[in-house]
């Protein structure tokens, strides 16, 4: 039994060429691992570092250019230019504010106190990086230098960009170049560059042995996103070599981890596309793993945490409020995803420098992993390769419109052969206990069309009437309007022959403009009303709002509310009961995952907000869906951050509050699976769940029977 897997990464998520960064790929840098090849093999392996190392500096330069960070010197050291998404802005974004601290915290701890110390930075695999610029020219290299090796290509390359750059030149001073057969690439007083493999330690230590670098005097050792790149065997020698070679010094590491949950392998497959294999993950697979690595390899003090944690515990509220409003953004499980993948380790030495860890959090990062799960949820695929082709979407809905009949539509997927929003809508038909056939219908007629919003709600009206409250186009385009859509069969009975017709709903006195939201049916003095509640909108990035719309005259009524309101919150679940609602989890305020369960139980004179005290108290999560099924209140899949664990299946007894947690057992359908921005339709006289939407697996993978547990 494989265990249940995370949700994907999102937009363009891994449909198009940007792939790399969506799965936390920020750039690899040059990575200067040169393996054991042939000349040609070797020179094939030095264009893919290049072209690696080129799109990371265009990256960082994208990144500068939209005010995330203040660097310069990016884009005079690669002058192309490129125009990158908001979701490949926010990896480089924390990568580059992890690596920042480390590098400010070492310099002051170096240059503290009465008598200031000499310090130096070695830099490996520095590919294109600003560092020494940014540093130079914030007066911070006051008896300090800093050295760079990577890939003889990629050094020389640089240093000849610098000499051609007169705004570089300026802010370096003296310098010279060094010969062609000479390692040392580039020197100045503070600054040298060197083309070196990393796996020959000997020439390495000669090398900087001969460009100045002072194994006696306190060093910061860099190394974003290489050791990953080399193979265990040579990254092992490289971190043993640097706790014999310096006496004094920090060792700050950069890079991915979490190999075997179904994010992690997909990361895994997109390297090794793009000829530069990850190395290593399966022998240190997380935080823990790799400060034994370091431990063990001579370095007395270790510390480290995913990017998550120090994205929460470090930056500030009011940068991280910053960043978040600098760009529109709605890739959020992507986002935390790929922070859940990387972490940032500091491992010291030497009598002053291994007692000051540089990871010192601003506040604490509370881990609630799940309770050991009681059991498994047995899943397996209901379509065949060829109706399910078309099915890989996130961001849609879908609603049970009769027994055995389902009506999906909207979402980001694949259709006629583009990555786009999908126009199409599908209707799925059961023909035996666990196998569905999936079918395209049409939209009717030359009226309104179908636009293919994402992150709305659809609700039955009748067996062949649905409601679409809400959605959006783009993070900046709200869908306009609510509609009807309305199935009507142009032929015989069969489901191929059924088209639909879609038609503008004016609702008065509010226009939802909202997506990310809610909407359950509730009973107030026996009418049956909509209870549309929280998601987000373009000028708020989270909602408190509730609003009640009253089904047979559709028209927003207002019904008093007493309690206290539950906090804002997007991207949670909701699901009526006892005439009520549901509300679990989401993303509240400050893109924080939420725990919390909250009852709207109706009361004669309207509604009353109650809050469910659960124990064990549950994992903070969102982008799950939710199902009251004989009393219990099943959370499936979803996003967590607060858990090195991947969600699976909750269920609490809305009697007691015992929540239990279950994995999904996964061997019945092809790996890997994610449960995210999925949809899911309960089956209650089969105890079936249907789930719809993966976004990362073949067709086949797109539908899962999950039977209740026992």
Same mark, same amino acid.
């Given at each position: 039994?494989?265990?249940?897997?995370?949700?994907?990464?999102?937009?363009?998520?891994?449909?198009?060429?940007?792939?790399?960064?969506?799965?936390?790929?920020? $750039?690899?840098?040059?990575?200067?691992?040169?393996?054991?090849?042939?000349?040609?093999?070797?020179?094939?392996?030095?264009?893919?570092?290049?072209?690696?190392?080129?799109?990371?500096?265009?990256?960082?330069?994208?990144?500068?250019?939209? $005010?995330?960070?203040?660097?310069?010197?990016?884009?005079?050291?690669?002058?192309?230019?490129?125009?990158?998404?908001?979701?490949?802005?926010?990896?480089?974004?924390?990568?580059?504010?992890?690596?920042?601290?480390?590098?400010?915290?070492?310099?002051?701890?170096?240059?503290? $106190?009465?008598?200031?110390?000499?310090?130096?930075?070695?830099?490996?695999?520095?590919?294109?990086?600003?560092?020494?610029?940014?540093?130079?020219?914030?007066?911070?290299?006051?008896?300090?230098?800093?050295?760079?090796?990577?890939?003889?290509?990629?050094?020389?390359?640089?240093?000849?960009?610098?000499?051609?750059?007169?705004?570089?030149?300026?802010?370096?001073?003296?310098?010279?170049?060094?010969?062609?057969?000479?390692?040392?690439?580039?020197?100045?007083?503070?600054?040298?560059?060197?083309?070196?493999?990393?796996?020959?330690?000997?020439?390495?230590?000669?090398?900087?042995?001969?460009?100045?670098?002072?194994?006696?005097?306190?060093?910061?050792?860099?190394?974003?996103?290489?050791?990953?790149?080399?193979?265990?065997?040579?990254?092992?020698?490289?971190?043993?070599?640097?706790?014999?070679?310096?006496?004094?010094?920090?060792?700050?590491?950069?890079?991915?981890?979490?190999?075997?949950?179904?994010?992690?392998?997909?990361?895994?497959?997109?390297?090794?596309?793009?000829?530069?294999?990850?190395?290593?993950?399966?022998?240190?697979?997380?935080?823990?793993?790799?400060?034994?690595?370091?431990?063990?390899?001579?370095?007395?003090?270790?510390?480290?945490?995913?990017?998550?944690?120090?994205?929460?515990?470090?930056?500030?509220?009011?940068?991280?409020?910053?960043?978040?409003?600098?760009?529109?953004?709605?890739?959020?499980?992507?986002?935390?995803?790929?922070?859940?993948?990387?972490?940032?380790?500091?491992?010291?030495?030497?009598?002053?420098?291994?007692?000051?860890?540089?990871?010192?959090?601003?506040?604490?990062?509370?881990?609630?992993?799940?309770?050991?799960?009681?059991?498994?949820?047995?899943?397996?695929?209901?379509?065949?390769?060829?109706?399910?082709?078309?099915?890989?979407?996130?961001?849609?809905?879908?609603?049970?419109?009769?027994?055995?009949?389902?009506?999906?539509?909207?979402?980001?997927?694949?259709?006629?052969?583009?990555?786009?929003?999908?126009?199409?809508?599908?209707?799925?038909?059961?023909?035996?206990?666990?196998?569905?056939?999936?079918?395209?219908?049409?939209?009717?007629?030359?009226?309104?069309?179908?636009?293919?919003?994402?992150?709305?709600?659809?609700?039955?009206?009748?067996?062949?009437?649905?409601?679409?409250?809400?959605?959006?186009?783009?993070?900046?385009?709200?869908?306009?309007?609510?509609?009807?859509?309305?199935?009507?069969?142009?032929?015989?009975?069969?489901?191929?022959?059924?088209?639909?017709?879609?038609?503008?709903?004016?609702?008065?006195?509010?226009?939802?403009?909202?997506?990310?939201?809610?909407?359950?049916?509730?009973?107030?003095?026996?009418?049956?009303?909509?209870?549309?509640?929280?998601?987000?909108?373009?000028?708020?990035?989270?909602?408190?709002?509730?609003?009640?719309?009253?089904?047979?005259?559709?028209?927003?009524?207002?019904?008093?509310?007493?309690?206290?309101?539950?906090?804002?919150?997007?991207?949670?679940?909701?699901?009526?009961?006892?005439?009520?609602?549901?509300?679990?989890?989401?993303?509240?305020?400050?893109?924080?995952?939420?725990?919390?369960?909250?009852?709207?139980?109706?009361?004669?004179?309207?509604?009353?907000?109650?809050?469910?005290?659960?124990?064990?108290?549950?994992?903070?999560?969102?982008?799950?869906?939710?199902?009251?099924?004989?009393?219990?209140?099943?959370?499936?899949?979803?996003?967590?951050?607060?858990?090195?664990?991947?969600?699976?299946?909750?269920?609490?007894?809305?009697?007691?509050?015992?929540?239990?947690?279950?994995?999904?057992?996964?061997?019945?359908?092809?790996?890997?699976?994610?449960?995210?921005?999925?949809?899911?339709?309960?089956?209650?006289?089969?105890?079936?769940?249907?789930?719809?939407?993966?976004?990362?697996?073949?067709?086949?993978?797109?539908?899962?029977?999950?039977?209740?547990?026992?």
């Amino acid at each position: 039994m494989r265990a249940p897997g995370p949700a994907r990464p999102e937009k363009g998520r891994f449909f198009r060429s940007e792939r790399a960064v969506r799965v936390g790929c920020t $750039g690899s840098e040059s990575c200067s691992c040169f393996l054991a090849m042939g000349p040609r093999s070797r020179e094939r392996r030095a264009g893919a570092v290049q072209k690696t190392n080129d799109s990371s500096a265009l990256s960082k330069s994208s990144l500068a250019s939209r $005010g995330y960070v203040d660097d310069a010197f990016t884009s005079l050291l690669v002058p192309a230019t490129a125009r990158r998404t908001p979701l490949i802005h926010r990896g480089y974004y924390i990568r580059a504010r992890a690596v920042r601290h480390c590098v400010l915290a070492f310099l002051k701890l170096t240059s503290a $106190g009465p008598e200031a110390r000499r310090s130096q930075i070695l830099s490996l695999g520095a590919g294109s990086d600003s560092l020494y610029f940014h540093l130079k020219a914030s007066g911070l290299l006051a008896g300090a230098g800093v050295w760079e090796v990577d890939f003889p290509v990629v050094a020389r390359r640089k240093a000849e960009r610098i000499e051609e750059t007169p705004e570089l030149c300026a802010l370096i001073g003296p310098f010279q170049r060094g010969r062609p057969e000479s390692t040392l690439c580039f020197e100045s007083l503070d600054y040298h560059i060197l083309g070196l493999d990393l796996q020959q330690l000997q020439q390495l230590e000669e090398a900087l042995d001969a460009a100045g670098l002072d194994a006696a005097i306190p060093t910061l050792l860099l190394a974003e996103a290489v050791l990953t790149y080399l193979q265990p065997s040579s990254a092992a020698a490289l971190i043993a070599w640097a706790a014999r070679r310096f006496s004094n010094a920090f060792f700050v590491v950069y890079e991915q981890m979490k190999p075997q949950d179904a994010f992690g392998q997909v990361m895994l497959q997109h390297f090794q596309q793009l000829n530069s294999p990850l190395h290593g993950l399966d022998l240190f697979p997380d935080v823990e793993s790799q400060r034994c690595r370091f431990l063990e390899a001579g370095w007395p003090a270790c510390s480290a945490m995913d990017m998550n944690e120090f994205y929460r515990c470090f930056l500030p509220a009011e940068e991280r409020q910053r960043m978040e409003h600098l760009e529109p953004f709605d890739e959020f499980e992507e986002w935390h995803l790929k922070c859940s993948h990387y972490f940032i380790l500091t491992a010291s030495k030497g009598d002053t420098l291994s007692q000051a860890l540089l990871l010192a959090p601003l506040e604490a990062f509370p881990q609630v992993d799940p309770a050991s799960p009681s059991g498994v949820f047995p899943a397996k695929v209901v379509t065949n390769g060829s109706q399910g082709s078309n099915l890989k979407r996130y961001g849609h809905a879908s609603v049970l419109l009769s027994p055995g009949i389902v009506l999906s539509a909207g979402g980001f997927g694949e259709q006629e052969g583009r990555h786009c929003r999908v126009s199409k809508l599908h209707l799925f038909s059961r023909y035996s206990h666990v196998e569905w056939k999936s079918s395209q219908i049409y939209c009717w007629g030359t009226g309104l069309q179908w636009d293919g919003r994402l992150y709305h709600t659809m609700t039955r009206l009748s067996d062949t009437q649905v409601l679409v409250l809400g959605g959006r186009l783009s993070p900046v385009s709200p869908a306009l309007g609510a509609v009807q859509l309305h199935l009507r069969k142009s032929g015989d009975n069969s489901t191929e022959s059924i088209n639909v017709t879609v038609t503008k709903v004016d609702l008065e006195d509010y226009t939802l403009s909202c997506w990310r939201h809610s909407t359950t049916e509730v009973s107030y003095q026996n009418e049956k009303y909509l209870f549309v509640y929280g998601g987000r909108n373009v000028v708020e990035p989270v909602l408190s709002d509730w609003h009640f719309l009253h089904l047979g005259t559709m028209a927003w009524v207002k019904i008093p509310v007493k309690g206290g309101a539950p906090d804002p919150r997007h991207s949670h679940s909701a699901c009526p009961w006892q005439g009520g609602a549901l509300i679990a989890g989401g993303l509240g305020a400050s893109e924080k995952p939420l725990k919390s369960v909250v009852f709207l139980r109706p009361i004669s004179c309207g509604f009353l907000w109650e809050s469910i005290d659960i124990q064990p108290p549950i994992t903070p999560r969102y982008s799950h869906t939710s199902h009251v099924f004989n009393g219990q209140l099943l959370l499936v899949g979803g996003v967590w951050i607060h858990s090195s664990s991947v969600p699976g299946v909750t269920v609490i007894n809305l009697s007691t509050g015992l929540s239990t947690e279950y994995q999904i057992d996964t061997t019945s359908v092809p790996w890997p699976l994610m449960l995210h921005n999925h949809t899911s339709i309960l089956l209650p006289e089969e105890r079936q769940l249907l789930l719809l939407g993966d976004l990362f697996q073949t067709a086949i993978t797109l539908f899962c029977a999950l039977w209740e547990a026992a």
